[in-house]
């Protein structure tokens, strides 16, 4: 039995106490109060794991992966990574692990290889992984590594994310949209990098993500957020089977779940 | 009149949406409005004794106070223009067939309100110093008409002079030194101390350098030698790299803190990294400043006072925002509130701000690191 990297148990939380959403109420777009973007949330991810995370736009994906990674506090329940709360032992809960921040948070007036320098020290290591030095010269990253972040593409900017995110064996690699920008190239040398750390149980990955082709082909577990909760979770087995049922089928399914098919 | 002309409809809705949306955490605007007007008040009643001749002294160099601005609008009212053509274009309502007449509207209307604003809070800002002051209307309505016309004429001097300018493309990082390339990858947070430094450097581009090296030029009085007039100049330039560099730290712990939360990093170690280099620039160039003072004829004490409240200042600013950015929240009302009390002892008991200052930012220090 291999060891649970995450335990997310029961969570709730919000962004402020007045934060209004705006919703079709009668025919009309009302702003109505928003409370708890999550109500509940409930998931384990073991070693080796490879967890899609799935859900209409604002339903709380990036507000749970948030939770994770210690960004925002949740208002009820416990997240622990690898065993350490993440509200009580925050510290060792982060140096679990990797969080793929958004491109946009890189900061511009860094180059490349500051970045990594400086998120290779906040994590406490003493050099940086040669894993993560081969897979950025396999995305053909090492050209960019002395030039200023704010040269660079979308693409390029998502390359580093994920090159931070794997920084210091991290034991739970979490990814929001990490493909987003990616050529498909470079998405598949990601993909078979996580492969390859997964197959050695080296770590668990939660990526939030609406490609399903992801889900289809590399996940091990998917689960389906709506309005907060988790509403259907697909094992290994299940999404096996999905896959065999032809090329739509979990699209289809999806549309089911979250009332958009005509 | 809006649903004629698009890209302002959109610019309208825009400011409506946010002030609804801050409408919604009223508790903490109406907060930190209070805690703004409190210490606005505090430094108004504080300073009152100052004001009858700031305000005659600004009367009586009325042709300097024009010039500085109208250079001042001229600059605004220009970068405004530069910045919404740029906007527009890359608008998402660019492929909207909007009239060409409409967009020349929206982007009058966008590159004169923020002057516009400025010099309505620059009016109300004078007429509660003349009435704090006790300085007569006449005097204070006569300065309010120089301001305006200055503003008017400097604003249109701007928009005319902008109306060939090229797109502004240029990256933040085109004016920031390039690290020599390297071949090994140590980890390190020697990058993050000269963030700041180089944030300063990306400010510091030839368009905004130009203002204040024409003010500080303007300063510079006739007759004067060439010594003093060059300490008049580098006086100046020190004094808005060095504000800039504050600025920098403040920015830069906002940003840095948001990137690296999910890291373990310990705050004194991200407050040391960001600031470290920073401050220290701050010393050895406010060191300078107070050399050219006693230059262009200050006592010494005087201008060893004005270093030392400035690294105060310095100081009292980098820890409030360090801390509070480290710790997710907004400075701006604890910084507000601090610099008012701060004030307030500096009023009562001259040079008592100097350690109250210091224990206060000790104070924010030390509820960083508990976080």
């Known amino acids: 039995m291999t060891a649970i990297v995450l335990e997310i148990r029961d969570v709730h939380a919000r962004y402020g106490k007045s934060d209004r959403v705006s919703r079709a109420v009668g025919g009309a777009i009302r702003g109505i109060p928003r409370g708890d973007v999550l109500r509940g949330v409930t998931l384990q991810i073991r070693a080796g794991q490879w967890f899609c995370l799935l859900g209409p736009n604002g339903v709380g994906k990036s507000t749970l992966l948030h939770c994770v990674a210690a960004r925002l506090a949740p208002t009820a329940g416990d997240i622990a990574v690898c065993g350490h709360s993440v509200r009580t032992s925050t510290i060792e809960a982060k140096r679990k692990l990797g969080f793929g921040c958004a491109p946009e948070q890189l900061p511009g007036l860094l180059t490349g290889r500051q970045c990594l320098e400086v998120y290779a020290n906040a994590k406490g290591l003493e050099r940086i992984d040669p894993d993560v030095v081969e897979l950025s010269e396999a995305l053909k990253f090492s050209g960019y590594l002395d030039r200023f972040v704010d040269t660079y593409s979308l693409g390029t900017r998502q390359k580093l994310c994920v090159l931070l995110a794997l920084l210091g064996e991290p034991a739970l690699v979490v990814l929001d949209e990490a493909f987003n920008g990616l050529d498909p190239g470079s998405a598949l040398v990601v993909k078979r990098h996580l492969q390859q750390r997964l197959a050695a149980n080296r770590c668990g990955v939660l990526l939030a993500t609406h490609s399903l082709d992801i889900v289809e082909h590399y996940a091990d577990k998917a689960a389906l957020l709506l309005d907060g909760r988790i509403v259907r979770e697909w094992s290994d087995s299940e999404i096996a089977a999905v896959r065999e049922q032809g090329a739509n089928r979990l699209e289809e399914l999806l549309a089911m779940e979250t009332g958009s098919s005509s | ?371």
């Open chain 2, 1 to 371: 009149m809006l649903q004629r002309h698009p890209l302002l409809l959109a610019e309208w809705l825009a400011l409506r949406n946010l002030f609804t949306r801050a409408r919604a955490h009223a508790t903490k605007v109406v907060a930190a409005g209070l805690a703004t007007i409190g210490a606005s008040a505090v430094l108004l009643l504080t300073l009152r004794w100052q004001f009858p001749p700031a305000i005659a002294a600004l009367l009586t160099y009325r042709v300097l106070t024009m010039i500085v601005i109208g250079a001042y609008a001229f600059s605004v009212v220009g970068k405004q223009r530069r910045r919404a053509e740029v906007r527009y274009t890359q608008f998402w309502l660019a492929a909207a067939p909007v009239r060409q007449y409409s967009r020349a509207l929206a982007i009058l209307v966008v590159s004169l309100l923020p002057l516009a604003a400025q010099l309505l809070a620059v009016c109300v800002l004078l007429a509660v110093m003349g009435a704090v002051g006790g300085v007569d209307a006449a005097s204070v309505g006569e300065l309010m008409l120089w301001i305006a016309a200055a503003t008017v004429l400097g604003a249109a001097v701007g928009w005319w002079s902008a109306r060939r300018s090229r797109a502004d493309a240029m990256e933040g990082s085109r004016y920031v030194r390039q690290p020599k390339a390297r071949t090994n990858t140590v980890p390190s947070v020697a990058a993050l101390s000269g963030w700041p430094v180089a944030q300063v450097r990306a400010w510091g581009r030839p368009e905004n350098l130009r203002v204040l090296l024409m003010i500080a030029m303007l300063a510079v009085q006739a007759g004067s030698s060439a010594l003093v007039g060059l300490s008049v100049v580098a006086m100046w330039l020190l004094g808005g790299y060095l504000a800039g560099l504050l600025a920098a730290v403040l920015q830069t712990a906002n940003q840095a803190s948001r990137w690296l939360r999910s890291t373990p990093l310990p705050f004194a170690q991200f407050a040391w990294a960001v600031s470290r280099r920073a401050l220290a620039y701050q010393v050895v160039l406010t060191t300078l400043a107070v050399g050219l003072m006693v230059i262009l004829g200050a006592p010494v004490l005087s201008a060893l006072y004005i270093g030392g409240l400035w690294l105060t200042i310095v100081l009292l600013a980098c820890s409030i925002g360090l801390a509070e950015s480290y710790r997710g929240r907004p400075p701006l009302i604890r910084m507000a509130l601090s610099f008012a009390a701060v004030a307030v002892v500096e009023a009562r008991e001259y040079g008592w701000s100097i350690p109250m200052a210091a224990a206060l930012a000790a104070w924010h220090l030390r509820a960083g690191a508990k976080t």
